[in-house]
C-alpha cells in the first residue's frame, strides 16, 4: 500500500516543487550568509549557514509543507471519490490512513535530508580546510531529527483534515501559525512545552537542562498520541456508517 | 457584475474555510494580545500593542489566507466541472475573474475589520487600555482597511497558477507559502521587486510606529499595480484559451 502511495506521487509535479523549495532556501541562505556584520560575512563562521537554514526550515517551512503533502493524500481520496471505492475492499479505514502518515513521514525524512545535502554544500565551499565528517553528521541528525519533529507536530493538523472539507488550505495556515508562534515563545519558559521548539532541545540546538529534554519528548509525543486519537475517533465513526 | 458578485458570495456560503480562518485569527490575536500584555518592559503602550498583534498578522498570515482563499475560489470552479457548464451561459471571463478579485477583496475587508475590532476590545480588557485614544483608534482602522484593501492585490497573481494547474489545489498552495515567506524574509531589499513586500512599504509610509520602509512610494505602488494588472490579465486570457 506504501507503494502505491508513492506511484499515486509520482504522477504529480509536487516532488518537483518540493525540490525547488530546497533550491530556494538555498538561495536565501547565500544571500544571508554573504550579508555583512561589522565587515564580516555571516557564513564566516563555520555552521552559521546550518543553524540558520534549521532555524528557518523548522520556523516557516517544514510544517506547512508536511501538512500539505499529508493533509492532500487523505484530501484526494475523497475529492476524486476514490475513498468510496476503497470502503467496498476489505481495508480497515485506519489502515488507510496510517498508510498515508507513513508515507509523509518518510517524505519528512527524505525531505529534510535533501536540506541538509542542498545546505552543506553552501557550507563546504567556503569551509572545506575546517570541516569535519562528525560536523556533518551532527548536523545531518539534527535536520533528520527537525524533519521528524515537525511532522510529528503537524500530525494532529493532518488527521484534522479528514473532517474538514477542503482541508489542505486550513490545514497549512493552520500550521504556519503553530509553527511561526514558535519563534514567539522559543524563549519563554514554556518553551519545551511548545512542540516546535521541543524539537530544538531534542535535536541539540538548545542547550536545556535533562528535564527540558524529557519534557521536550513528552510534548511531541503527546502530538503523536493526538493524532492516533482523532484517527481512532474517525475510523469508529467510518465504521458506524 | 453585482449578480456575479452575489453568485461568489453564495457559492462560498457552504465553505467554512472563512470561518475557520476566523477562528485561527482569533486564536492567533488571543495568544498575541497575552504575550504582549505579559512582555511588560518590550511593550508599554496601546501603539506598541497594535504594531506588534497587526505585524506579523499582515506580513504572514492575513497573505496566506487570502492566498488560498483566492486558490479555493478558482479551483470550485474546476470541480465538478462547474467551469464548463459557465460557458454555456452568457457570462464574460473578465467579468468573471473581476467578481471574484471583488469577493476576494471584500472577503479580506471584513477579515480586517474583525481584526480591528479585536485589537480595541483586546487592548481595552488590558494593561493598554490607559493609552487608548480616538486618534489611535482610528489609526488601526486606517491600517486594518489598508492591508484588507492592499494585500489580496498583491496575492491575486496566484490565481495564474491555479488555472494553469486547472483547479489542483496543491502546487499553488505551496507557491502560495513560498510566495508569503519570501516576501516576508526580504521585506527591505524585495521593495518595488515582490509586491507582497511593497504592500508592507505602501501601507506603512510614513508611519510614527518605527517601523522602517522604503521612501520611494511610486516605486511601490507602480511594482503591484502592474503585477496586479498582470495578474487580471493573465488569469483571463487563461481561461479564455483553457480547453476543458
Known sequence: MLKLEFMKLKRSYLILILTLTIILNMIIQFYWGNMTYLGTPYNNRLGWVFDSALSLSTYYLFAPVFALLGSNMIEKEERYGTLNYLKVIPLQPIKILWVKFEATFIIAIGYSFLMFVGIALLEIVPHHNSITVSFLLTYMFRFVIHGIGSFLTVCPIIALSLLLKKGNGVSVILSFIIAFCGVLTASSTIAPFYPINAIFFISGMYNGKASQFITALFSLAICFLLSILICLSIHSACCAE | ?244
Request: hydrophobic share 50%; proline share 3%.
Open chain 2, 1 to 244: 457584475m453585482d449578480k456575479l458578485l452575489i453568485c461568489e458570495f453564495k457559492k462560498q456560503k457552504r465553505n467554512r474555510f472563512i470561518f475557520v480562518s476566523i477562528g485561527l485569527i482569533t486564536l492567533y490575536l488571543v495568544f498575541m494580545s497575552y504575550y504582549v500584555n505579559d512582555a511588560r518592559g518590550l511593550y508599554s503602550d496601546f501603539t506598541s500593542f497594535y504594531k506588534q498583534c497587526l505585524g506579523y498578522l499582515c506580513f504572514l498570515i492575513l497573505p496566506l489566507i487570502i492566498a488560498i482563499l483566492c486558490v479555493n475560489v478558482f479551483a470550485d470552479e474546476y470541480k465538478s466541472d462547474a467551469l464548463k457548464y459557465l460557458w454555456t451561459v452568457p457570462v464574460s471571463k473578465g467579468k468573471l475573474v473581476f467578481a471574484k478579485v471583488l469577493y476576494i477583496e471584500l472577503m479580506s475587508l471584513i477579515l480586517m475589520l474583525f481584526v480591528c475590532l479585536f485589537v480595541i476590545v483586546s487592548a481595552n480588557i488590558t494593561r493598554f487600555s490607559q493609552s487608548i485614544d480616538i486618534h489611535s483608534i482610528l489609526r488601526v482602522l486606517y491600517l486594518c482597511a489598508a492591508n484588507g484593501l492592499i494585500i489580496p492585490l498583491a496575492v491575486f497573481p496566484i490565481s495564474i497558477f491555479v488555472v494553469l494547474c486547472k483547479g489542483n489545489t496543491v502546487i499553488p498552495t505551496i507557491l502560495s507559502v513560498v510566495y508569503v515567506f519570501l516576501s516576508f524574509l526580504f521585506t527591505s531589499p524585495g521593495a518595488g521587486i515582490i509586491p507582497l513586500s511593497s504592500t508592507t512599504h505602501i501601507i506603512w509610509f510614513n508611519n510614527y510606529e518605527g517601523v522602517m520602509t522604503n521612501n520611494n512610494i511610486e516605486m511601490n505602488v507602480a511594482n503591484l499595480s502592474i503585477i496586479f494588472i498582470l495578474g487580471i490579465v493573465f488569469t483571463s486570457s487563461l481561461l479564455k484559451k483553457q480547453n476543458l
